[in-house]
């Protein structure tokens, strides 16, 4: 062995030893170390991984544990897994690619709650930030739409009207909606008492202006002088025959006026009845006063809006976030070609049968884990296989698929996706479908205004895609089984409320987005939950509505009988006075009457 | 310095007793470390060459001088290449084979250069190692007493050994 040159081998040996023992010892801490701060790079929250562990024989990496908490909730995880292996083959590796023919992930959970805040601690959120500004057109582009989309959905009015409806229902009090000095019906019975008083008043002149008296003394006076007068000669008979004329037409006269005394007395005599005479403007003033507990309106969108709107941003908001993500580490192909720097003549290569790998090439990922757990169900078990994850997806030349499936009596899941990202256009798409669901994923926080969302069942179809940077989505969701509020444990005006939201058993939302690169937005939200709301308010207000109605005619009636009563009393002497000497005044021209023979 | 120190081992290499085998050996291995274009073999071969005891200086010498010529003669090496890897349809399962092996893509023999250079400097072996050791075989017996008497080796043997005295001082 003299040819060997001892003093080189043995410290070249001593170094590789060296580092082969560091690697086995800390291999696995750089590892974790660069994972975690990489994964925190992309999702913009904290990542947490309990154990990692690497085989160098294998090439296999294990990973337990692995949390990454939601941005957009620090206190949740958006992912939780309990253990993911994989084995990568060597020889890309060397060519700094990762290629995974099959990895297995388990336990898979999402939206799991955290003990301790997710928040990156400020430095590294700084650099987040910058990385995400100079990232990602697309979540940019979406940002100003979503800001623009929460803004227009906090501008709806539908708090007002149900606060309006809650305070009518809080302030109802009939004395309180009546203005005596507004009521019609009063100021009728003021009226009909005048008029009385001035036809009293006309009658009195009338008749006065009947001089009856005067006339009954002429009459006396003719009969008298007609009985005394003797027919002497022919200027007698002319004279008397005059007389009687005259005394005919006293006669008539006096006839006459007793016809209008008799008239009078029938127009007089009828009971004086205030209340009865002024019902149907009662009634006014009874439709009057209820036209002020009037429903407020609602615009038919506006609930479903109110409800559903921020949560379909919100919803949105991740999924365009994720597909943003998926599009900046998979890219489109670019046509651009890598400029060759030739330092000496570089000959021809010569390609054997090989297979070329992209950057990270993952062909399959087994998946299973399990849908959040909440007081309505115990979570759905899942499983299923993500196929050729990869950084280049043309070398691949297949696109993502996803499948992913769960089942657990009534309670099923599908979730379906292909992102086709080969060539210099992409197409993504993403299908969710869930049933037997409960409504509390829906993550609408209960309130008054709100049915029991929460203990409901959901079915959601849901459908989302960005092609080429035009984003488009929609989701039909059916919330039914809606279960009824306990009214015994709501006290106050609320039970009102709860009286309303109780009618409600199912419905419909329809819910849609759209945007284009041009940064226009169309948000759209339906749902038959506003006219099942309008509804049970118009059922709700209707019967409130009677019921008051007839509290303020029975108030109303009250007040109009005080009223009356007043009046009728004020006039009641006045009329017995003027029946009185209509009465003597037709007992006089009767009594005249029958002297009259002629 | 380094010039200096450089010129001192090769006239130590000519003048001393150095084994002309251990010096051409070095000379053939460092010949195809200059003559391949790659960076991987070209270290494959240092660590040759630095575990065996082939005289190094003359490795270095050979390594220079073929790197020159490697430029010169790359038309050649690519025909060489061209014709191992693609015209003898013999070896197409071994090269195969080689490209889908771990590390061994990462040598670029699949490149006609490379190949060709690599070739090349294999068959240059023997007739490198042959000549060198005649040549140094030769000189030693019919100029080294000579030049050993040159003004100018003795003045380099005092400048390095001032140099040697000068830094000690200092």
Same mark, same amino acid.
């Given at each position: 062995?003299?040819?060997?040159?001892?003093?080189?081998?043995?410290?070249?040996?001593?170094?590789?030893?060296?580092?082969?023992?560091?690697?086995?010892?800390?291999?696995?801490?750089?590892?974790?170390?660069?994972?975690?701060?990489?994964?925190?790079?992309?999702?913009?929250?904290?990542?947490?991984?309990?154990?990692?562990?690497?085989?160098?024989?294998?090439?296999?990496?294990?990973?337990?544990?692995?949390?990454?908490?939601?941005?957009?909730?620090?206190?949740?995880?958006?992912?939780?897994?309990?253990?993911?292996?994989?084995?990568?083959?060597?020889?890309?590796?060397?060519?700094?690619?990762?290629?995974?023919?099959?990895?297995?992930?388990?336990?898979?959970?999402?939206?799991?709650?955290?003990?301790?805040?997710?928040?990156?601690?400020?430095?590294?959120?700084?650099?987040?930030?910058?990385?995400?500004?100079?990232?990602?057109?697309?979540?940019?582009?979406?940002?100003?739409?979503?800001?623009?989309?929460?803004?227009?959905?906090?501008?709806?009015?539908?708090?007002?009207?149900?606060?309006?409806?809650?305070?009518?229902?809080?302030?109802?009090?009939?004395?309180?909606?009546?203005?005596?000095?507004?009521?019609?019906?009063?100021?009728?019975?003021?009226?009909?008492?005048?008029?009385?008083?001035?036809?009293?008043?006309?009658?009195?002149?009338?008749?006065?202006?009947?001089?009856?008296?005067?006339?009954?003394?002429?009459?006396?006076?003719?009969?008298?002088?007609?009985?005394?007068?003797?027919?002497?000669?022919?200027?007698?008979?002319?004279?008397?025959?005059?007389?009687?004329?005259?005394?005919?037409?006293?006669?008539?006269?006096?006839?006459?006026?007793?016809?209008?005394?008799?008239?009078?007395?029938?127009?007089?005599?009828?009971?004086?009845?205030?209340?009865?005479?002024?019902?149907?403007?009662?009634?006014?003033?009874?439709?009057?006063?209820?036209?002020?507990?009037?429903?407020?309106?609602?615009?038919?969108?506006?609930?479903?809006?109110?409800?559903?709107?921020?949560?379909?941003?919100?919803?949105?908001?991740?999924?365009?976030?994720?597909?943003?993500?998926?599009?900046?580490?998979?890219?489109?192909?670019?046509?651009?070609?890598?400029?060759?720097?030739?330092?000496?003549?570089?000959?021809?290569?010569?390609?054997?049968?090989?297979?070329?790998?992209?950057?990270?090439?993952?062909?399959?990922?087994?998946?299973?884990?399990?849908?959040?757990?909440?007081?309505?169900?115990?979570?759905?078990?899942?499983?299923?296989?993500?196929?050729?994850?990869?950084?280049?997806?043309?070398?691949?030349?297949?696109?993502?698929?996803?499948?992913?499936?769960?089942?657990?009596?009534?309670?099923?899941?599908?979730?379906?996706?292909?992102?086709?990202?080969?060539?210099?256009?992409?197409?993504?798409?993403?299908?969710?479908?869930?049933?037997?669901?409960?409504?509390?994923?829906?993550?609408?926080?209960?309130?008054?205004?709100?049915?029991?969302?929460?203990?409901?069942?959901?079915?959601?179809?849901?459908?989302?895609?960005?092609?080429?940077?035009?984003?488009?989505?929609?989701?039909?969701?059916?919330?039914?089984?809606?279960?009824?509020?306990?009214?015994?444990?709501?006290?106050?005006?609320?039970?009102?409320?709860?009286?309303?939201?109780?009618?409600?058993?199912?419905?419909?939302?329809?819910?849609?987005?759209?945007?284009?690169?041009?940064?226009?937005?169309?948000?759209?939200?339906?749902?038959?939950?506003?006219?099942?709301?309008?509804?049970?308010?118009?059922?709700?207000?209707?019967?409130?509505?009677?019921?008051?109605?007839?509290?303020?005619?029975?108030?109303?009636?009250?007040?109009?009988?005080?009223?009356?009563?007043?009046?009728?009393?004020?006039?009641?002497?006045?009329?017995?006075?003027?029946?009185?000497?209509?009465?003597?005044?037709?007992?006089?021209?009767?009594?005249?009457?029958?002297?009259?023979?002629? | 310095?380094?010039?200096?120190?450089?010129?001192?081992?090769?006239?130590?290499?000519?003048?001393?007793?150095?084994?002309?085998?251990?010096?051409? =050996?070095?000379?053939? !291995?460092?010949? $195809?470390?200059?003559?391949?274009? *790659?960076?991987? /073999?070209?270290?494959?071969? &240092? @660590?040759?060459?630095?575990?065996?005891?082939?005289?190094?200086?003359?490795?270095?010498?050979?390594?220079?001088?073929?790197?020159?010529?490697?430029?010169?003669?790359?038309?050649?090496?690519?025909?060489?290449?061209?014709?191992?890897?693609?015209?003898?349809?013999?070896?197409?399962?071994?090269?195969? =084979?080689?490209?889908? !092996?771990?590390? $061994?893509?990462?040598?670029?023999? *699949?490149?006609? /250069?490379?190949?060709?250079? &690599? @070739?090349?400097?294999?068959?240059?072996?023997?007739?490198?190692?042959?000549?060198?050791?005649?040549?140094?075989?030769?000189?030693?017996?019919?100029?080294?007493?000579?030049?050993?008497?040159?003004?100018?080796?003795?003045?380099?043997?005092?400048?390095?050994?001032?140099?040697?005295?000068?830094?000690?001082?200092?």
């Amino acid at each position: 062995m003299k040819f060997i040159r001892w003093n080189f081998l043995v410290p070249t040996v001593a170094v590789i030893t060296l580092i082969t023992i560091f690697n086995i010892l800390f291999f696995d801490i750089i590892l974790k170390k660069t994972l975690i701060s990489s994964g925190e790079m992309i999702f913009g929250a904290k990542v947490e991984i309990n154990n990692l562990s690497t085989s160098f024989t294998k090439v296999s990496v294990s990973i337990d544990g692995l949390k990454c908490a939601d941005r957009n909730d620090y206190f949740r995880n958006l992912i939780d897994i309990d253990h993911i292996k994989f084995d990568a083959k060597f020889t890309p590796i060397l060519k700094k690619k990762l290629v995974i023919d099959e990895m297995t992930v388990s336990g898979l959970k999402w939206g799991t709650q955290r003990k301790t805040s997710g928040q990156l601690p400020p430095k590294k959120e700084k650099k987040f930030n910058k990385k995400e500004k100079k990232d990602s057109k697309i979540s940019k582009l979406f940002d100003s739409a979503k800001n623009k989309a929460t803004a227009e959905f906090n501008k709806l009015p539908s708090v007002n009207a149900f606060s309006e409806i809650e305070s009518q229902i809080k302030d109802f009090d009939v004395n309180k909606l009546i203005d005596k000095s507004n009521l019609q019906s009063v100021k009728e019975i003021e009226n009909l008492s005048k008029d009385l008083e001035n036809k009293y008043k006309n009658y009195q002149t009338t008749f006065e202006n009947f001089k009856i008296e005067e006339k009954i003394q002429k009459t006396k006076v003719l009969i008298d002088d007609i009985s005394k007068t003797k027919v002497t000669s022919f200027a007698d008979i002319s004279k008397t025959a005059k007389k009687i004329e005259e005394l005919k037409d006293n006669k008539k006269e006096l006839n006459n006026i007793l016809k209008e005394l008799d008239k009078a007395k029938k127009d007089i005599s009828s009971n004086l009845n205030f209340s009865s005479q002024i019902q149907d403007i009662i009634n006014k003033d009874v439709n009057n006063i209820s036209s002020k507990l009037a429903i407020p309106s609602l615009d038919s969108r506006n609930i479903s809006n109110m409800l559903l709107g921020q949560q379909w941003v919100n919803r949105v908001d991740k999924i365009i976030y994720y597909m943003s993500l998926i599009k900046q580490y998979m890219p489109e192909k670019t046509d651009k070609v890598k400029e060759q720097a030739k330092k000496r003549e570089k000959g021809r290569d010569i390609i054997f049968a090989q297979r070329t790998y992209p950057t990270l090439l993952i062909s399959e990922i087994n998946i299973s884990g399990t849908t959040v757990k909440d007081k309505q169900t115990s979570g759905l078990d899942f499983s299923g296989i993500i196929k050729n994850i990869s950084s280049s997806p043309d070398m691949v030349s297949q696109p993502i698929t996803l499948d992913i499936r769960g089942k657990n009596g009534t309670q099923n899941l599908a979730i379906e996706g292909l992102f086709d990202h080969r060539g210099t256009t992409s197409d993504d798409l993403l299908k969710i479908s869930m049933a037997g669901a409960s409504g509390q994923s829906l993550n609408i926080p209960e309130n008054d205004y709100l049915p029991l969302i929460n203990t409901a069942n959901m079915k959601l179809s849901s459908r989302f895609e960005l092609i080429n940077g035009e984003f488009s989505c929609g989701a039909d969701i059916l919330i039914k089984d809606i279960k009824e509020k306990d009214l015994a444990n709501i006290k106050g005006n609320m039970k009102y409320l709860a009286e309303i939201t109780n009618t409600i058993k199912s419905f419909n939302v329809e819910a849609n987005a759209k945007m284009d690169e041009s940064n226009s937005l169309d948000f759209n939200v339906k749902s038959d939950i506003d006219k099942k709301m309008s509804d049970a308010i118009s059922k709700l207000f209707s019967s409130k509505v009677n019921e008051a109605k007839a509290k303020i005619k029975e108030e109303l009636n009250k007040i109009v009988k005080e009223q009356a009563k007043q009046a009728e009393d004020s006039l009641k002497s006045q009329k017995d006075e003027l029946l009185k000497n209509i009465n003597s005044q037709t007992n006089l021209i009767d009594d005249i009457k029958k002297s009259i023979k002629y | 310095m380094f010039a200096l120190k450089m010129l001192k081992k090769i006239i130590v290499m000519f003048q001393s007793d150095i084994s002309p085998d251990q010096i051409a =050996w070095g000379f053939a !291995l460092g010949a $195809i470390l200059g003559l391949v274009p *790659n960076f991987l /073999v070209k270290i494959i071969l &240092f @660590i040759i060459i630095m575990l065996f005891k082939v005289n190094l200086t003359s490795a270095l010498i050979a390594c220079t001088l073929f790197s020159i010529v490697g430029f010169a003669i790359d038309p050649l090496l690519d025909k060489i290449g061209y014709i191992c890897l693609v015209n003898i349809s013999a070896l197409s399962p071994l090269y195969n =084979w080689l490209y889908n !092996l771990p590390i $061994i893509p990462f040598t670029k023999f *699949n490149n006609t /250069v490379v190949m060709g250079s &690599f @070739i090349l400097g294999l068959i240059l072996i023997v007739p490198n190692g042959i000549f060198a050791k005649k040549a140094l075989v030769f000189y030693r017996a019919n100029y080294r007493d000579r030049v050993a008497q040159w003004k100018l080796i003795k003045l380099l043997n005092t400048a390095l050994n001032a140099t040697k005295i000068i830094k000690k001082i200092g």
